[in-house]
């Protein structure tokens, strides 16, 4: 077991790593199911994947923006598609099944290997997220704008915002998220959540 790079003090994303690696190979020894037994290895080697290959660090932020409860993570914004799919084609391997923003509006990655297929499609997660928030009704607001200018200056002003807020521009509810792991800023309206339910129907 390779030794913690903690050097002592507060508990870091290595040393859990080793603890979650060492509660794995218990339990893997102590299990009967030869296919259980598998499913612990796979875990086992995905924890060995995110360090040895030194994604430690965005993988402890990956924890944090889950914990969050913000909009699903995205790897990636652009302001046009043209700018998406030039990204897509000179990546020579793409994070399928990433999500990515296009001019605000989500995107999943597909990207077959085997095949060499690349594709963006749109994707309703942020959607879905948005009528999770209003299923018991719309939620309160921290902050109220006139206008477009002055959500953006204020979200704008801000080192470290939340993942994500609740704010108010022109009389119509907006979810102001900020995507930690891009450095990007963005709006949604809560409206779509209506569209969607709309839609669905």
């Given at each position: 077991m390779r030794a913690s790079q903690s050097g002592g003090g507060a508990v870091t994303i290595y040393d859990r790593i080793l603890e979650a690696q060492e509660l794995l190979g218990k339990t893997r020894e102590t299990s009967q199911s030869p296919?259980?037994?598998?499913?612990?290895?796979?875990?086992?080697?995905?924890?060995w994947f995110i360090w040895t290959n030194g994604h430690s660090d965005e993988f402890a932020d990956y924890r944090k923006d889950v914990q969050s409860d913000g909009p699903a993570r995205v790897v990636a914004a652009f302001k046009t598609r043209d700018e998406a799919d030039t990204w897509?084609?000179?990546?020579?391997?793409?994070?399928?099944?990433?999500y990515v923003l296009i001019a605000d509006e989500y995107h999943i990655v597909m990207y077959?290997?085997?095949?060499?297929?690349?594709?963006?499609?749109?994707h309703?997660?942020?959607e879905f997220h948005l009528e999770e928030m209003t299923k018991d009704g719309l939620p309160p607001t921290v902050a109220t704008f006139n206008t477009h200018e002055e959500a953006d200056a204020w979200f704008g002003g801000q080192s470290e915002p939340p993942a994500q807020t609740v704010v108010q521009i022109g009389g119509e509810l907006y979810l102001a998220v900020y995507y930690?792991?891009?450095?990007?800023?963005?709006f949604f309206p809560f409206s779509m959540a209506e569209r969607r339910r709309k839609r669905t129907v």
């Open positions: 296919e259980e037994k598998e499913l612990l290895h796979l875990a086992i080697d995905a924890l897509l084609k000179a990546n020579p391997n793409p994070p399928d099944l990433a077959s290997r085997e095949r060499n297929i690349r594709a963006l499609a749109p309703p997660t942020l930690r792991n891009i450095h990007h800023r963005a």
